[in-house]
């Protein structure tokens, strides 16, 4: 039983920030905006990674794809952490660092999540949709 409790409270915790973050990339929030500007990556880069964050979202939550989701998640949050610890800063317009821990949680959460299902890395070559 508790085999298949860790995985899902993994899930449902990368799965959350990552949609609850959408809002504000999706909607062009300030904080967002000022970032991806700083990036150099406005709208796109928000636009995009935005996208990346809603596919890996949904990717963790079906069982089958659990792995690959938790792949492109770590991706996409080594792109976020990397930002903070080399352009942003750790806290971005006084946020307390919420965006940067929050960004290590997820890849956190997803990493454990690829450890946890290692042995399926191999399905992912043979997968059918």
Same mark, same amino acid.
């Given at each position: $039983?508790?085999?298949?409790?860790?995985?899902?409270i993994?899930?449902?915790?990368?799965?959350? *920030?990552?949609? #609850?973050?959408? &809002? !504000?990339?999706?909607?062009?929030?300030?904080? %967002? =905006?000022?970032? &991806?500007?700083?990036?150099? $990556?406005?709208?796109?880069?928000?636009?995009? %990674?935005?996208?990346?964050? +809603? *596919?890996?979202?949904?990717?963790? +939550?079906?069982?089958?794809?659990?792995?690959?989701?938790?792949?492109? %998640?770590?991706?996409? $949050?080594?792109?976020?952490?990397?930002s903070? =610890?080399?352009?942003l800063?750790?806290? =971005? #317009?006084?946020d307390?660092?919420?965006?940067?821990? +929050?960004?290590?949680?997820?890849?956190?959460? %997803?990493?454990?999540l690829? &450890?946890?299902?290692?042995?399926? *890395? !191999?399905?992912?070559?043979?997968?059918k &949709?």
């Open positions: $039983m508790k085999a298949t409790i860790l995985p899902w993994l899930r449902l915790i990368a799965a959350a *920030i990552l949609i #609850q973050t959408l &809002f !504000f990339k999706f909607t062009a929030a300030p904080e %967002s =905006v000022y970032i &991806f500007t700083t990036l150099g $990556m406005e709208p796109f880069g928000r636009i995009g %990674s935005g996208v990346a964050e +809603l *596919i890996a979202a949904i990717l963790l +939550l079906i069982p089958r794809t659990t792995l690959l989701g938790a792949f492109l %998640s770590c991706g996409v $949050m080594l792109g976020a952490i990397a903070h =610890v080399l352009i800063g750790y806290e =971005v #317009q006084n307390g660092g919420t965006l940067f821990i +929050l960004a290590l949680i997820t890849f956190i959460c %997803s990493a454990a690829v &450890f946890i299902y290692k042995n399926q *890395i !191999f399905n992912l070559l043979k997968f &949709f």
